[in-house]
């Protein structure tokens, strides 16, 4: 036990003193004279010996009486720990992902731990807490109660070691305090290990929220699985976390308007197929009906007219498989032969192919520069006679490795490499045994500079890329290679056309940084905005003569259809999703966590921490003390004979 005026005690010394006016307290006896005292000297001697214990009970209750007072007065105390008279800083990380949408016992698991924090803490504690999108430093929970109350999932969610990271930085510098930092999430699993560093600096508390049930049903993505000149077929995926379902309902909106409505059975994983007419504008928008997350239950794409892509091929030789290849219905494709070129068309188009050209003058050199720095694409086809100090003054230009001797020699293109972005989504799998494509001559390079698409066998590239210029290393003309009859040849040359103008997607998902192409001409002064509803934004963007690229990062941070505008002019619109990453419902074990302390609720964690710094005070129960023997001293007064 432990005093707060431990001086006080020294009144305790000035308990002798009524101890000492009862042990020389002086009686003067009067003497009365009496004819027998033979009867009376039993009694009287009994009487005596009942004074004398009144007396010393008297003087006892009277002294605990005293002491208790000064006791109390003293202020005594029990801690529970030796850190009691240590300042604390707490700081509370709380995750307000999407996976915290799922139910607990008394609404969602954000609800219920914001109730929990506001009820547990007191509210002028001073105390810092931060979320996924959200900081409320060196505050009180007075202060912030309305901005928890009305606190909102987010989108992104902080890994736990930047979590760790962003608490400590937010404590104080001052080395004698004790700094907790409380993780309050349900520790979702992702495909991070998560583990906590040693660290005596801070106390790390886990709080792991349990929801009632792990059951979830997702839209998990939509594409277009089948294109004819009237229709398309869409196709949304969608996955199950639990029980199976015999009759889930899909539903498909254009707008506010229902057009299709479906129900599936769903085990793991299931699809439906909706047909909606083509070369339409479509502001679509997939829905379910499940109780767990909210989040993944809505789906937005849009297919709005897209612009054909302007593609020009500068010829010395047959174009006609760039014909077959570059069709009307996506790309505007002209050809001119090139003793005819008009340069003037040159900035008008999205990608340029040099057809076997013989020889590349330094003009064209000149203007192809000019172009692909305004984001314009270029691919090169070299002939069998080409002139090489023209072609690699051009080269030069993109960090090309160039052209050095033509070698009469078949070979084999081999290799695809999966990886590049011009082969993405192209193959459902890595294939190695294909009737391989081949060449029977082809020019050496100095270097392997530019990164490879299609290789030779030796592993020379027949295909690369630097910059905005793809190039080959060896004639296509049927004399030369039998490329052209490859199944390689269309999904290669197609992609090269399709990405020389990003033209938006059905949609893109959220807290992902997206190049989007717009194809438009502004005016000088003129910007591309964002716009959903009334509310708008101006992106990143950079602007070309043909088209505009929007970068997309931090905004939308909303699921929708938002819409690109110059000014009042409507241009299209974008469809916005959010990451499917937090649908499945599964969580770390934290049992086996180290350099942690653990628990299943909020309430608790914040008790212990304040266990940790209380005191248990004792005063009250001495004042109480004080008046018992008070009542004990005036019952024995009165009774005791």
């Known amino acids: 036990m432990q005093f707060k005026h431990p001086e006080i005690l020294y009144a305790l010394l000035l308990l002798i003193i009524p101890i000492i006016i009862h042990l020389f307290q002086l009686r003067k006896f009067q003497k009365v004279p009496f004819t027998n005292v033979q009867f009376l000297k039993e009694l009287t001697i009994q009487t005596r010996k009942s004074s004398q214990l009144k007396k010393w009970l008297t003087l006892l209750t009277r002294m605990l009486l005293l002491a208790c007072v000064i006791i109390a007065f003293a202020q005594p105390y029990i801690s529970n720990s030796e850190s009691f008279n240590t300042k604390s800083e707490t700081v509370i990380y709380l995750d307000n992902s999407f996976s915290m949408q799922a139910k607990s016992t008394n609404g969602t698991l954000l609800n219920k731990v914001v109730q929990d924090v506001i009820e547990t803490i007191d509210e002028d504690e001073r105390i810092s807490l931060f979320t996924n999108d959200a900081n409320f430093y060196n505050t009180t929970i007075k202060t912030i109660k309305n901005d928890l109350i009305q606190l909102k999932h987010s989108p992104n969610q902080l890994d736990y070691e930047s979590v760790i990271l962003k608490g400590k930085e937010v404590f104080s510098k001052d080395e004698s305090t ?240 999966f990886s590049h972005p011009l082969l993405t989504n192209v193959f459902d799998k890595q294939i190695k045994n294909f009737q391989y494509p081949k060449v029977n001559s082809y020019y050496n390079t100095t270097s392997n500079s530019g990164a490879s698409i299609l290789s030779f066998e030796d592993g020379v590239s027949f295909l690369s890329q630097s910059e905005n210029i793809y190039r080959f290393s060896a004639a296509l003309n049927t004399d030369n290679s039998n490329f052209k009859n490859s199944p390689l040849i269309v999904p290669v040359l197609y992609n090269i056309g399709k990405q020389s103008l990003r033209t938006p997607q059905l949609y893109y998902i959220l807290g992902k940084e997206h190049n989007i192409d717009i194809s438009t001409k502004l005016q000088q002064d003129d910007i591309l905005t964002l716009v959903n509803g009334e509310h708008s934004v101006i992106p990143l963007q950079q602007t070309y003569p043909n088209k505009v690229t929007l970068q997309t990062n931090d905004y939308p941070n909303f699921s929708g259809i938002i819409a690109v505008q110059n000014k009042d002019i409507f241009l299209e619109n974008l469809s916005f999703n959010f990451n499917r990453n937090e649908s499945k419902l599964t969580y770390f074990d934290l049992t086996t966590i180290e350099n942690a302390s653990v628990s299943d609720s909020i309430a608790t964690t914040i008790n212990d921490i304040k266990s940790a710094t209380n005191v248990n005070e004792l005063w009250k129960w001495f004042v109480i003390f004080a008046l018992a023997f008070l009542i004990i001293e005036m019952l024995i007064l009165k009774f005791l004979k």
Request: proline share 4%.
């Open 178 to 417: 004790i700094k907790n930092l409380v993780l309050v999430s349900d520790f979702q699993q992702k495909e991070n290990v998560f583990s906590i560093a040693n660290d005596s600096t801070a106390q790390i508390k886990l709080v792991q929220l349990q929801p009632e049930n792990i059951l979830n049903v997702s839209i998990d993505s939509v594409f277009i699985s089948k294109s004819t000149i009237e229709n398309l077929e869409l196709t949304v995926q969608l996955k199950n976390q639990g029980e199976p379902i015999e009759t889930l309902p899909v539903s498909l909106f254009n707008g506010e308007k229902l057009i299709a409505k479906s129900a599936v059975n769903i085990n793991t994983e299931a699809s439906t197929i909706f047909t909606i007419p083509a070369n339409t504008f479509f502001n679509g928008k997939i829905t379910i009906e499940d109780q767990n997350l909210q989040y993944d239950n809505e789906f937005y794409f849009n297919i709005d007219q897209r612009e054909p892509i302007n593609v020009l091929a500068i010829n010395e030789a047959d174009d006609t498989f760039l014909k077959k290849i570059y069709t009307s219905d996506e790309f505007n494709y002209s050809s001119t032969p090139f003793n005819a070129l008009n340069y003037n068309t040159i900035d008008n188009q999205n990608l340029i192919i040099l057809n076997e050209l013989n020889d590349i003058p330094l003009s064209l050199t000149t203007a192809l520069k000019a172009f692909t720095n305004n984001g314009g694409f270029v691919l090169i086809i070299p002939s069998t006679k080409p002139s090489l100090n023209t072609y690699n003054q051009l080269f030069t230009n993109y960090n090309l490795s160039k052209l050095d001797s033509i070698s009469p020699q078949e070979k084999r293109v081999t290799t695809i490499h």
